[in-house]
């Protein structure tokens, strides 16, 4: 697994299609990758970071967990900490009631982003771990590339 992944740090990538236009993404959290679908057509596989906690779903705020679920891509930030962001519905009805049943808030702010602003040389390098407080990451270029082509509301289903 561990020379999977740096194979797929290496791998050169092709593009997205000009034409390519982004309406589900499906992330894999135990094999590291989000894919890109327009309708039933797969477009393009990408590597990723998740949160520092990965093992398991979003419990509460400050977990350092990805969430696990069912959520829609809501917003858009050009401007954020991190290279562009795309905001995730989370928490959904299921996640905000599980984290009343312990008395705690469920958190939100959950994104796909690049890097951190000033840190994009970093490239492909962030994926040797996982980084982000619950996020998830790819590099600035991929990020260009999601954010210019996904369309609002854009299913994205995230598995363990």
Same mark, same amino acid.
């Given at each position: ?62 977990? +350092?967990?990805? *969430?696990? %679920? ?10 954020? /900490?991190? #290279? @562009? ?16 049943? +312990?008395?705690? *808030?469920? %958190? ?10 000033? /840190?994009? #040389? @970093? ?35 995230? #598995?363990?």
């Amino acid at each position: 697994m561990v020379l999977n992944r740096i194979l797929s740090i290496l791998r050169k990538e092709k593009p997205l299609a000009q034409n390519a236009i982004i309406d589900s993404i499906v992330v894999w959290k135990s094999r590291r990758i989000m894919q890109v679908y327009q309708g039933n057509k797969l477009l393009k596989t990408y590597a990723i970071s998740l949160g520092k906690r990965p093992i398991g779903p979003k419990v509460q705020e400050g977990d +350092l967990r990805t *969430p696990e %679920g069912i959520y829609a891509i809501n917003g858009r930030n050009p401007q954020s /900490r991190f #290279y @562009r962001n795309l905001g995730i519905s989370y928490p959904n009805q299921s996640d905000s009631e599980n984290a009343a049943k +312990l008395g705690k *808030p469920p %958190g939100g702010d959950i994104k796909i982003h690049g890097l951190r602003n000033g /840190r994009g #040389y @970093r490239g492909k390098l962030h994926l040797l771990k996982d980084w982000t407080a619950g996020c998830i990451a790819v590099t600035n270029r991929q990020m260009d590339e999601i954010y210019q082509t996904v369309t609002p509301n854009a299913l994205i289903t995230i #598995y363990p």
